[in-house]
Nanobody, 127 residues
Framework: QVQLVESGGGSVQAGGSLRLSCSIS????????LAWFRQAPGKEREGVAA???????AYADSVKGRFTIANNAAEHTMSLQMNDLTPEDTAMYYC?????????????????????WGQGIQVTVSS
């Protein structure tokens, strides 16, 4: 059973940076797709970024050029470096994992496709 634990959230002023980490207990046999999602109060959960174990990445348009996802398989850790944060980035952030073959390559940021989730961590950006 895959277990995911997020860390690194907190509060920051607009224009600042935060780095989120996700500890991954084990990877799926074959290729694993790892992703970050976020959910603000009253809004649906939305995909932020995804990476597979071969290094392929996908980003939501709203974070391209500001956020960077990375996977360190040796340390079983996925990270999300977030730069130039805005109040619109305020949300609960979740990491997720799924066998690569179960996720459509056309939409790797589709939340309902993921069955394995962390508990979430809060990111608050003040203006």
């Amino acid at each position: 059973q895959v277990q995911l634990v997020e860390s690194g959230g907190g509060s920051v002023q607009a224009g600042g940076s935060l780095r989120l980490s996700c500890s991954i207990s084990t990877y799926f046999y074959g290729s694993t797709l790892l992703a970050w999602f976020r959910q603000a109060p009253g809004k649906e959960r939305e995909g932020v970024a995804a990476i597979d174990t071969f290094g392929g990445t996908a980003y939501a348009d709203s974070v391209k050029g500001r956020f960077t996802i990375a996977n360190n398989a040796a340390e079983h850790t996925m990270s999300l470096q977030m730069n130039d944060l805005t109040p619109e980035d305020t949300a609960m952030y979740y990491c997720a994992a799924e066998p690569r073959e179960r996720i459509s390559s056309l939409n790797p940021l589709h939340a309902p496709s993921y069955m394995h989730w962390g508990q979430g961590i809060q990111v608050t950006v003040s203006s």
